[in-house]
């Protein structure tokens, strides 16, 4: 049982150079070796809290086996995750082997569901709505508590890629492509097509003209109170 828990850190950058410490030093002094098991550890641990902040955004209290049929779009987060976490530990035959297996879980996982969603892209609280088409560029770089719904595609021109902020929610059939900057707490609406950058706290939709919201929709009304 993994229960819900408080802020985390994303797994770019530094768990990266932590990892790199971990792998190299496979045949040094005990007590280097007791540092290499703390970082192993503490990485663990973060795997734990992201994980934990996925659930919470999600409204999901417990990994259960009767999500595989209720709720599959939290089992692949999940998996996800772990994908994530194994490549930063994947020393020795053991940490290759556990690798190849959660790839694989992934892959099949992102086929049945329909997701091309790549590792090392969403922060700790990503929410997806529902099963269906969602494509995201391995380039984008996405902040906490993004919440994602069927048709979503975060794709590239030029072989550059959005960089989203925090508590972005992103609707049916929404599209950002590009070096767009999104900011944080932004309401992008079903269908609506983002090709230039757009301010904090601003709603987008495809009949509107772009407006900057008065007040937080629902969603983040939810979190907060949950948070």
Not at 180 to 197: E, L, Q, S, W, Y
Not at 199 to 221: E, G, H
């Amino acid at each position: 049982r993994i229960e819900a828990g408080p802020e985390e850190a994303h797994t770019r950058g530094s768990e990266r150079t932590l990892t790199a410490v971990v792998t190299r030093t496979k045949h040094l002094t005990p007590k280097v070796l007791n540092v290499k098991k703390a970082l192993r550890a503490e990485l663990a641990n973060t795997r734990r809290m992201t994980i934990a902040a996925d659930m919470r955004s999600s409204r999901v209290s417990a990994l259960t086996l009767r999500l595989a049929f209720t709720r599959p779009e939290v089992l692949f987060i999940v998996l996800l995750r772990w994908l994530e976490f194994a490549d930063l530990a994947s020393a020795g035959v053991l940490g290759r082997a556990r690798r190849a297996t959660v790839r694989t879980a992934f892959q099949i996982a992102s086929i049945v569901l329909s997701f091309s969603i790549p590792p090392h892209v969403f922060g700790p609280g990503l929410s997806i709505a529902h099963y269906g088409t969602i494509v995201v560029n391995s380039k984008a770089q996405v902040g906490r508590n993004c919440r994602l719904h069927p048709g979503v595609t975060l794709g590239s021109t030029r072989d550059e890629a959005p960089v989203i902020g925090d508590e972005v929610f992103l609707g049916p059939g929404a599209a950002v492509f590009g070096a767009v900057t999104i900011g944080n707490r932004v309401h992008i609406g079903p269908g609506v097509v983002i090709t230039r950058d757009v301010d904090d706290d601003m709603v987008v939709y495809p009949t509107k003209p772009l407006s900057r919201a008065r007040t937080r929709p629902t969603w983040w009304r939810e979190f907060a109170q949950d948070s």
